[in-house]
Every structure is written in C-alpha cells, then in structure tokens.
C-alpha cells in the first residue's frame, strides 16, 4: 500500500523546550493510525503541524505526495481535522457551522448542501440539525464537531481526542462513525487518544508517544505482545541481586526487575562518599513480566513463602496498552 | 469569496447577540440625544478653559461695549483688544489664530434695528473646531443681543406712537404689547440683526453661518462608537481562539491574509451601518426632538468616504487589540483606555477647542480626533474632500500603522 502519510524527523520547539523530538512514522491509505499518550506528550502538536495550524521547527512530513512545508493548501484539501476543542459556533445550529465549514473548504449550491445532509446523517442529527449548537448535550456536540471535519469528504481525517467529555452512549457512536467512514469510504485516520481501550478497538497500528517521541509503533497485538502474558508487581521488605535472579528463574517469569530502580542517598555538605554506601530502595517493589501472568503468580508466591520473604504488596497487570505503556515508561496514561 | 464566509458568518453570530446590537446601534443613539441637549447649552464654559479672542473693535461704542462683555461672560472666551493693522499683521504670521472685527458703524447700526455683521477671520491653520466653537460662543451671545435690541426698538416704537397719538392710547394695553414682544422674539431668532460671517483668507469668498451645534454630538459619538467596534472584531478573534475554530479556520485551505480579512469585514460592514444609522436619526431624528439638526455638508459622498476611512481605521484597531491582548479582561482594559477613552479625549462629547487647551498637540496622536476633525470640516463647516486631504491621510496612516503592528504581533499559534 502507498503511505498517505509520511512523517521524517518532525520537531516543535518552543525556546529551549521540544514538545516533539523528531518522529518519523508513516500511515497507509485507508490505515487506522492510532497516537497513543498521556497529556502533554506531543500528539496535539503533532496533528497541529501537520494540518497546517503550526509550522514545524524542522523535519517535515508528505500528505498525499504533498510537502507540508511546500505544499500546504494542496494539503489542507486532503485533510480533515477535527480538533479536541468543539470548535463549533454554540449560538448559530448545526447545519449552519457545517454550512459555513463546508464553504471554508471552497464547497457551494447543491453539492454543499448534500454533503452538509449527508454527515448529518453520518453522526445521527438530521432530526436536530437546525437547533443552536449551545443547546446540545456534550456528546451532540461532540458529533457536530466530527461533522465539520468530515463536510469536504477528506481523504485523511485528524481526530484529537475525539471523544473526551462524551458519555457512552454518543462514544460508541463516535467508535461507529470512524468505523464506517474508515471501511465504507476507505477513508485514512489518525485518532489520537490517552484512552487505550478506544486505540485498541479502532486502531490497525499505534504509535506510543510520551514527552514529544515516540517510544513504541507497532500494531496492537505486537505491542501487547512485548508484555507476554503480563506483568506483576509485587511488594517485598527486602530486595537484592540474588532475588531477582531466582525470580527471573521461576517457570512462566520472563524477567524480574527493581521497580522504581535504586536511589543513592544524597550526602550532606562537606560529607566524603563512602565506598561501602548501599543504594536505599524506598519501598522495593518488584516488576515480573510473566509469560503467563496466573502461573507465574503461582510460582512467585510458592517461592517466596519457602524462602520466608513476606509479601507487602501485589498487582497483576492484564496484557493491554496501558500496562505496555506502563511497562515503557514507568508512567500511567492518565497520570 | 472565503473571507466573505467567515464575514457573513460572524454578522449571522453578531445579529443574535442582541446586547451587542444594543451597545452598537441604540447607545449611540441615547448618547446623541443627551449630549446634543447639553452642548447646545454651550456658551457656559468654565472660567479656567477661555479661549483667547482677539478683537478689532472699530466701534468703540455702547453696543460694541455690551458684546466685548457678553463674550467674556460667555465663560469660553477671553477678549483681547488688537489694533486692526497689529492683529492682521500676527495673523497673517499665525501669532493668532482668529480675530473678531467689529466694525465701525456698529452701535450706530443696531441701535437703529438694522442688520450689522461682525466678521470673524481665521488663519487657514486654526484648528477648525475650535474656530467652529468661537463662532457658537459669538453666535449665541450676538443672538441675545440681537432679540434684546430688537424688543427695545419695538417698544420704543410703541411708546413713540403713544407719545404722538394719546387719543389711541387704548390700543397699546397689555395683551398687545405681549404680543408685539413676542413677535419681535420670533423675528429676532428667524433674522437676527446681528450677523456672524467667517472668513478664511485663503479661500475665496464669504460663506454664510451654519447653524450645526448639534452636529457636534452626532459627528464626536458617531466616530466613539464605530471606534468600538475595535473590541467587536478583537472579541470574535479572541472568540474563535478560545472555542478552538481558529485552529479549525487555520486548518482550511485558505491563507492568514484571507482568514483576517474574513475577521475584518464586519467591523467594516457594521461601522457604515452604524454611521448611516446615527447620521440618518442626526439628520431627521434630532429635527423631530426639537433639536439642532446636522446636514451633511456640500459633499456627501466625500462623508460617505471619510465613514470608511474611519472604519478601516477602526477594524485595523481591533486587529491590533486581538494580537495584543492574552485574556478576555485584557479585551476590555485596552478597549476601555484607547477606544472609549482616548474617543473621549479625542472630542466625542466635548469640543475638542476646548481640550485643545489642556492636551495640546497631544491629541494629534490620537486617531479619533482626526476623525473628528474630518468630519466636522466637511459636515459642520461646509469645507471640501480637498480640505480633509490632511485628516484622511493621517487617518490611512494610523490604520497601516495599527495593521502592521497588529499583524507583527499577531499570534497564529
């Protein structure tokens, strides 16, 4: 398959601060492309240079073979955006914002208004298309706001945390729109998200960015599969080398590691550094990435109760993208 | 054809936003009603804003006597007595502004209820509204001499006849000397015996009086409030940044330039509808009020010229605000301090002759006040496109200034 889109080396710097540290991925024509991160990680900066609103500091990307940073209102034409805010006019109706974003886009007479109909019907308001936006419910809006992107029937389409606020009944609506429009219109969509669930569900391949790169692209079952059969952390008193070497040992355990990592003491002004000083591990918590997690449960327990190392803690995390992301970072999605 | 989307668009949010079209069509409105009252009580200025009046009194009689003292006690002019070849000699030097000539035969003249004419001249420079304002300030004080002349005379000639027709003494009684008096009073306000005529020395000429005083409020709040319009276009900027449809605007095929054009069209659009409106209830509203009605002069359509000068000046201002103001309270601080208050200074309400005396050249930076300037050449005093080439350039110029800076600082991300 041709990429639509194709991303080499994009970086966004503010000053000193890079909020995207030149990534490069490319998605396919007709691809579900899912950008998976916490707040704050870059994905909206991202999606905002390559629409057009920001330009990029460096790097560049191709749309459709055309240059973002040479070509941008050939771009624009192919794009869609639909932005995380409801970017809508709340006082004028909905038929009108999509009106008015369809002539923006050089849309007039009949084809217009046939479009405008048409992604009434797509997200379900044709019954309610000449009320006041303002007087929408959250996930009403959040479905106009998907309309105005889709009126000029993009080849690409944006969607930035589409579905935040919505409850989930108008979520799965949303889920269906993207859908549809992705199998029916062969239509190509980035969808960026902290939700993992709605990655896993709409995306063939996702990139994990955190803190402006991206530490992990692949397609879903590839990154869960990283995790092998998930991960367990397990509080303990005490922790050293040898532990964590019998535990990486154990049958079903891939790998045990200190979780956080060790912290050296600071020393106090003046104090000379001891050669014999031990690293402290405030409250040591062990990571097992198990190849099958209800096994190796089994076996880390049996292990540590014959060795008399008493449990003060214990979390068994499923293989999903959340506990990859977790497993890459050290970080929640939504910390 | 984008840009005049995003221009019908934002008239369409602006038409359902009825506090807005309040504050953009009604306020005006009650504004000129109130202020056309009050400044047509000018004449009563405070003792510390005079004026210094120059005066030739070629006169030098009773009558010439009674008007130097109605001048002064007028309370905005402060006369100054002038020989005639020592006053013509600093004016042509532009050492004085003005001068008032009262010519010799005046006492004569008016004590015999004759028409006599006192001639005001000012040097092509002096600033037009402050020469509009002596001329009210004579005017006024001229008129109650007249109708004071006026009534003496007529009783004078009562008491003439009395005195040679005793035998017909029962024909003056009360009810008819009420009615004399009351004649002479109309006929002093319809042909007063006194006249003003100014005169410029380099325009050819004489050109008769126009009475206008209310066109002083109708000109200075028509140019306050199409200024406002500045915080319309800096909001609905600000609008679309917080509700996130600039990003969505900024994402379509269409460049910046459009996309402010877009932005700017209304405040164009509304600012002459705005002057239409007020200038339309100037003309024909103050007139049914019972108030002094303005014209707009020989040369409409250099007015018509001039309202769109002033507002391009105006949404060049709101743009500028936009890119320079963070918050929504920043909105209304600067629109406060430069809109409404330098529209203030800049003569909305008060004639600037009389702030003039205060500010100085501080006001030619302010752009409402050649706004002002302009409009009342052309509308108050009757001038030509010609004679505001200056206030038309001057207003261009701001507008560039405002619109190059506003687009320097302007913030797309």
Known sequence: ?????????????????????????????????????????????????????????????????????????????????????????????????????????????????????????????????????????????????????????????????????????????????????????????????????????????????????????????????????????????????????????????????????????????????????????????????????????????????????????????????ESVFLHLTGKKLRE | MKSLSIALKDLQIMLKERGELLQLFLLPLIFIIVFSGALGALGGSEETQRLPLPVVDLDGGEAAQVLLDGLDAAGGLQTKHYDQADAQSQLESNDINRMLIIPADFTTVTSQGELAELTLISHPNADLQETEAVRLVIVGVASEMSLENQILASLRQMGDMQANAPEEYQVFTTDRVISQARSQFETAQARPLIEVIETVPAQEGERPLVESIGLVAVSGIAVLFVFGTAQVTARSIYDEKKIGSFRRLLAAPMSKSSLLSGKMLPNIIVGMIQFTVIFAFGVFGLKLLGLNAPTLGNEPLSVVLVCFVICLCSTAFGILIAAIARTENQIGGITSLLVWGLGIVGGAFIPIAFLDQFLGPVVKVIPQYWANRALSSLMLRDLGLADVTTEILVLLGFTLLFFIIGLWRFDFD
């Open chain 1, 1 to 321: 398959m041709t990429p639509i889109l194709e991303v080499d080396q994009l970086e966004k710097k503010y000053g000193d601060f890079s909020a995207v540290k030149g990534i490069s991925f490319s998605v396919e024509e007709g691809e579900v492309f899912g950008l998976l991160g916490p707040n704050g990680a870059g994905k909206t900066q991202t999606i905002s240079m390559l629409t057009g609103v920001i330009p990029p500091t460096s790097g560049t990307a191709r749309i459709a073979g055309h240059d973002i940073k040479t070509e941008m209102n050939e771009v624009k034409k192919v794009n869609g955006l639909v932005p995380q805010d409801l970017a809508l006019y709340p006082t004028l109706s909905a038929r009108a914002n999509l009106n008015f974003f369809g002539r923006i886009y050089g849309l007039g007479g009949s084809e217009l208004k046939d479009r405008v109909e048409d992604v009434l019907r797509i997200v379900a308001l044709t019954d309610r298309a000449d009320e006041a936006v303002g007087n929408y419910s959250g996930g009403m809006k959040r479905r106009v706001n998907i309309a105005a992107g889709l009126v000029h029937h993009p080849r690409l389409l944006f969607l930035d945390e589409p579905t935040v606020g919505v409850d989930p009944q108008s979520r799965n609506h949303i889920f269906e729109s993207v859908m549809r429009l992705n199998r029916e219109r062969g239509m190509s969509v980035v969808y960026t998200s902290h939700y993992m669930e709605e990655v896993e569900l709409l995306c063939n391949r996702v990139a994990i960015i955190d803190e402006g790169n991206i530490i992990a692209l692949d397609s879903v079952k590839n990154l869960i599969a990283i995790l092998g059969g998930g991960i367990i952390y397990i509080g303990l008193e005490q922790v050293d080398d040898s532990l964590l070497e019998q535990l990486s040992n154990l049958p079903a355990v891939k790998e045990a590691i200190l979780s956080p990592p060790p912290v050296v003491p600071p020393l106090a002004e003046g104090e000379e550094p001891m050669s014999e000083a031990e690293p402290v591990v405030p409250n040591p918590i062990v990571k097992i990435v198990a190849e099958n997690s209800q096994e190796a449960v089994v076996n880390v327990i049996s292990f540590l109760n014959e060795e008399d190392r008493p449990l003060t803690s214990l979390e068994i995390l499923e293989p999903n993208l």
